[in-house]
Structure formats: C-alpha cells, structure tokens
C-alpha cells in the first residue's frame, strides 16, 4: 500500500485504485473521504462464508457470489469524490467480473444485483442508514442486511423506482427469493 493521503483531501477513484491493498488496513471511501473500518470478528467472517457457499450452489452461471471486495458506486463522475464500498458479500454479473480482470480497478456498481453486508455490534446504524442509502443511491437492485445475532435474520430490501429501497420484513430460519434468481438461504444455518 502507498502513502495514505494528506488529511482533508478527497479522494477520486483512481486515487483510491492508487493506493493499492494493505492487510493492516480495511478501508472505504466516502465522498472522497478515506475511512478506516475495523476488521470484522472471525465469527462474523464465518457467517459471510457460509452465506458464499450456500450463494454458490444455487446460483446460474451468468452470476457469482464475490466475499469482501471493494465496488465502486459510481455516485460521482471519475475526476470527483467517489464512494467506494467493501460490502461483505456481493451477488455479481459474471460480465463485470470479466471486465474487471481485463481492464483491471476495481468492481463497479452498474454490474452488482445484490450487496449483503453482515451487522456487527459498531455497524448496525451504517449497515441499516448510511449504506442503505449509499446502495440505493448507486441503484444496487437488492440490498440484504444478515444480522447474525441469534436468532439469525435477513433484511432484504429491493429497489423500486418510486419509493427506493422496499421490504417485506425480516426472514428467520429459511428466507426464499426468486430474485436475482430462485434461491433459499438457510439462515439457521449461518451461526
């Protein structure tokens, strides 16, 4: 990882790219902003796998399940202060995963259906307010909230074009969706 930029100088996406990838450090990028986000607990990062593994065996060729990796919201043009997310798991168009390898950066919200972030105890009002709000303004088509605290729960939100972010309630136990595919996720198997 290079040099952390000077305080109070707001970041674009290629000065976020620039800065390339440190394991002592877990960041984000907030209307050009760097933020420093603690690592999440091994339980949590347990969750997050076995949600990845459970994604994987039911989802179509034409989408992946990607854990921890930064997408660029592209809420700002490329010379502007850009929002860069590291959600805990994403459901992924295969095409951008092919256009990222090929052209290098980092993934793009336009080819993301689903982001999945994981609660933990300092998140819970940035995974429920500010990232929900961030998601919906990139116009991720689903955004799930996986609170594993017992009993295990799902939030799923999906994107409508008149009044943003819905929802039908949490699921517990099993939660079903036919959107971005047919899926099942055995939530009480996550703890």
């Not at 997310?85 to 095409?95: E, F, Y």
């Not at 039908?168 to 959107?179: I, R």
Request: with cysteine; charged share 25%.
């Amino acid at each position: 990882m290079t040099a952390l930029p000077e305080p109070g100088r707001l970041l674009t996406i290629a000065d976020y790219v620039s800065l390339g990838e440190d394991d002592r450090y877990r960041l984000e990028l907030e209307e050009g902003k760097l933020l420093m986000v603690p690592s999440p607990e091994p339980e949590h990062n347990l969750v997050g796998s076995e949600l990845v593994f459970q994604l994987r065996a039911q989802l179509p060729r034409e989408l992946v399940a990607v854990p921890d990796v930064d997408v660029d919201l592209q809420l700002a043009p490329a010379d502007g202060p850009a929002t860069v997310r590291r959600p805990d798991v994403m459901i992924v168009q295969r095409a951008e995963m092919e256009r990222r390898k090929a052209e290098g950066g980092i993934l793009r919200a336009s080819g993301v259906v689903v982001i999945v972030e994981i609660v933990s105890p300092g998140t819970r009002r940035t995974d429920y307010r500010t990232k929900r709000g961030d998601y919906e303004d990139a116009g991720i088509p689903q955004y799930w909230i996986l609170d594993p605290n017992p009993p295990v729960s799902l939030l799923a939100l999906r994107l409508t074009s008149e009044l943003g972010y819905v929802d039908n309630g949490e699921a517990s136990g099993t939660f079903t969706t036919n959107s971005p595919c047919p899926l099942t996720i055995r939530l009480d198997e996550l703890d």
